[in-house]
């Protein structure tokens, strides 16, 4: 069967396709009359080409006290922040200068303040005196005004070094090698939930290790006087919780207060939000619920849910009219986010028409889906279609957008991925075991001898010093061998290289996949496990899945040789591709954008491929487990993180989703490291009726995909498990001989997906 998208996700095309409602035409131009008091601003707006629906006049004609705004994908929430600031300064006579907008990136914080001094209605003297800013160079501002002078840690460079250099210096007395990324992350979260690092716990070695590098790291930036971006929030909060006078006056200033990206708050921010609108009361948060991705962050979707509580008396205004895609692609996010519980309920309106329904592909693995990606974006470009820089490719995780990462290096194909620019071969966790390879084939490869030392436990630096010297003086076949004659090394430990040594040589003949799987069942997997080298990644990813996809990888390969040969190859294209990103001469649609679908939020293509919508995938299979252990405590604790977990996995694919202007593709491979993956619930669940509204419970495994007999006196059904069967058009009852049609089917409770 050839590789090729369809209107429906295989198995439910007799469903209908999810299409939103339209939104009412209605503008300022007709909602405002020309009676009304400020009806002369909204005709001001209008010929400045900004004509607002009903909701956003809402919320630009809020006066004082709280206001919870939620603003939909695409619901113009940048053109209210903007036009209430101008309705406040301009008819409620409220002074420049004593509104504050606060955001988080420094690009929004220029784009609205670029915006209100574009504005007719009020002059530009008034807009310059507008604060709008990053939480961050608000806090910084503040800092600065009350006599801090701590230099600022903006590179992560600059504390990768330290960590690596600390690491270095307690190297005899740490039990593990820690990745200095990891280390940030961890800490980061840790400060951003306003836990002190003297509190953190000792009960077990690696927390007494974490404990001694977060104090050695919060001493060395106290002695060179330094702040990071975490301290900057920090500071700023027990300042203002300190200083009643500096408060009082900032309270007294900031008499209205705008929070534009509600959603991804964290507890320190909202901490400061809420001292300095204590007592007036006049804040409006702007955010959308349902694109709370950012747990990882410290973000927390209850601060929208429950602001009302927060601020009795506010109002809610919906900002529910979604001014980016069709109909056809928001009612597909409308489909698949209502299944959430834990969300405001809203449903986005739609004034683009229905356009092309978004496509599917059900592929057998990565590597097709890969192959189809590149293959539609290389027609649609040459024939015209499109251009390179109108595609952008969303993946769940890094190392599930492997494959089409090589396959658009393979032909050349310009794209930036906005990652962290790694390649996968570079991956922390990867490179011990390319090295293993490596001395199969090069047992003198000393590169490779060095980035595998770490997996024997041993000072990786002063290792590799003593077996340079020693080769030096008496060169061996196996350069590994001299370390038996280290010092240093206890006699477990000199076993451990003999079978180590041993195992490589086992390794000679085996194919590339099958030498890694070895590789893992001998000691690699429990040397990641013990190692407790990843406790927290940027966006909580497990170390496992990165693994299983290098043996994925290798499985296209005869030998380890080949396999080699194609990374290497792989790198050296990779390396060239990189400087696109680099030059920032290039023409802006010139490059396909590849990024995490956390990093898309915000933004809009006009085609927009989600890659990966499988179970395991997305949603994450670390969701998934979350999910399978909360069904086991959910009773004894009383707290479902299981279905948090899957709440969030939900809000990330209709985040992916509406970021699509016209066009969007969705593909689901069969198989995902080896193992089956069944077609993503989320795009399941958004094909079944509204009315049949299940659980939380029922969505937790029991919707699948699977034949049903269409004879009314028949219940047979089978459900689809491979991928030959999911790709079959037609199937008989093995009952009644009736015909079979596929579908999504409500599984009875015994049976699991």
């Known amino acids: 069967m050839s590789l090729t998208y369809y209107s429906y996700p295989i198995g439910i095309q007799n469903s209908s396709i999810p299409v939103a409602d339209r939104a009412e035409a209605d503008t300022s ?9 400020d009806a002369g601003f909204f005709r001001a707006l209008e010929r400045h080409g900004i004509s607002l629906n009903r909701p956003q006049i809402a919320a630009v004609r809020h006066d004082a006290g709280p206001a919870l705004t939620l603003a939909g994908a695409g619901s113009g929430k940048t053109s209210v922040l903007v036009c209430r600031t101008a309705y406040l300064v301009a008819l409620r006579g409220v002074q420049p200068q004593r509104v504050l ?57 600059q504390k990768l070094v330290f960590f690596k250099r ?67 929030l920090l500071e700023a909060y027990r300042l203002l919780s300190n200083d009643k006078a500096l408060l009082d006056s900032l309270q007294q200033r900031f008499r209205y ?13 909202y901490a400061i939000v809420k001292l300095l ?40 205004i919906v900002l529910d009219i979604n001014y980016r895609s069709t109909a056809a692609i928001v009612g597909l996010g409308n489909a698949i986010i209502r299944r959430n519980k834990l969300r405001k309920p809203k449903t986005l309106h739609v004034v683009k028409p229905k356009g092309e329904p978004p496509s599917y592909a059900r592929v057998k693995t990565t590597q097709e889906e890969a192959v189809l990606i590149a293959d539609t974006i290389a027609q649609q470009q040459e024939q015209g279609a499109r251009s390179f820089g109108d595609f952008a490719v969303l993946y769940r995780t890094a190392s599930s957008s492997r494959a089409l990462v090589e396959q658009l290096l393979i032909r050349q194909l310009p794209f930036v991925d906005f990652g962290d620019g790694q390649l996968f071969y570079d991956n922390w ?35 590799m010093a003593f077996i340079w010297n020693q080769d030096k003086e008496r060169a061996k076949k196996w350069p590994l061998i001299h370390l038996l004659d280290y010092p240093a090394l206890k006699e477990f430990q000199k076993d451990k290289i003999k079978e180590r040594i041993k195992l490589l040589k086992t390794l000679t ?21 013990t190692g407790k080298q990843s406790v927290l990644t940027e966006h909580k990813e497990g170390i496992k899945e990165v693994v299983d996809e290098l043996e994925s990888a290798a499985q296209a390969h005869e030998t380890i040789e080949a396999f080699l040969g194609y990374i290497d190859d792989i790198t050296d294209k990779h390396a060239s591709a990189a400087q696109l990103k680099k030059n920032h001469n290039a023409p802006k649609r010139s490059t396909i954008s590849m990024m995490s679908i956390h990093k898309s939020k915000g933004l809009e293509f006009p085609a927009v491929f989600l890659l990966g919508a499988s179970e ?68 399941l669940s958004a094909f079944q009726p509204e009315s049949e509204e299940a659980d939380d419970s029922q969505e937790r495994g029991e919707l699948a995909l699977a034949w049903m007999c269409t004879s009314d006196s028949c219940k047979v059904w089978q459900r689809i498990i491979t991928y030959e069967d999911a790709q079959a058009e037609q199937r008989e009852c093995p009952l009644c001989k009736s015909p079979m049609r596929k579908g999504p089917k409500r599984l009875p409770n015994a049976i699991k997906i």
């Open 29 to 37: 131009v007709q909602l405002v009359v020309g009676k009304e008091a």
């Open 101 to 157: 907008l606060m955001t988080f990136s420094k690009k929004a914080a220029d784009e609205m303040k670029s915006r209100i001094r574009s504005l007719p209605v009020i002059p530009p003297q008034a807009a310059g005196g507008i604060e709008a800013r990053t939480f961050h160079s608000f806090c910084l501002q503040l800092l600065r005004g009350s006599g801090f002078r701590q230099s600022i840690l903006s590179e992560t460079s």
């Open 166 to 232: 600390l690491m270095r210096e307690l190297a005899h007395t740490l039990t593990r090698e820690y990745e200095p990324e990891t280390l940030l992350a961890q800490l980061s979260a840790v400060k951003l939930q306003m836990i002190d690092v003297s509190e953190l716990p000792e009960t077990t070695s690696e927390e007494r290790e974490l404990k001694v590098l977060f104090t050695r790291y919060e001493l060395w930036k106290k002695e060179t006087d330094r702040f990071d971006f975490d301290d900057l």
């Open 257 to 269: 207060i705008m929070i534009d990206e509600f959603q991804d708050t964290n507890e320190v921010q």
């Open 277 to 316: 609108a204590a007592g007036h009361r006049n804040l409006m948060v702007v955010g959308d619920d349902d694109q709370t991705i950012y747990s990882f962050n410290g973000a927390r979707n209850d601060y929208i849910l429950n602001f009302e509580q927060q601020y009795p008396g506010a109002a809610t």
């Open 429 to 463: 966790a990867v490179k011990p075991l390319l090295a293993h390879l490596r001395l199969v084939l090069d047992r003198r490869n000393f590169d490779a001898i060095e980035a595998m030392l770490q997996t024997l436990y041993v000072n990786r630096e002063q290792a």
């Open 509 to 529: 003949e085996l194919k590339p996949q099958a030498a890694i799987a070895v590789l893992r069942q001998s000691f690699y997997d429990q040397y990641l496990e």
């Open 616 to 683: 395991g995938i997305l949603p994450h299979a670390s969701a998934l487990t979350a999910d399978k252990r909360s069904d086991r405590s959910a009773a004894q604790t009383g707290e479902d993180t299981g279905a948090e977990a899957l709440e969030e996995e939900r809000r990330l694919a209709y985040v992916a989703v509406t970021r699509a202007q016209e066009q969007l593709y969705i593909s689901s491979p069969a198989v995902y490291h080896g193992k089956p993956a069944e077609l993503s619930r989320f795009v």
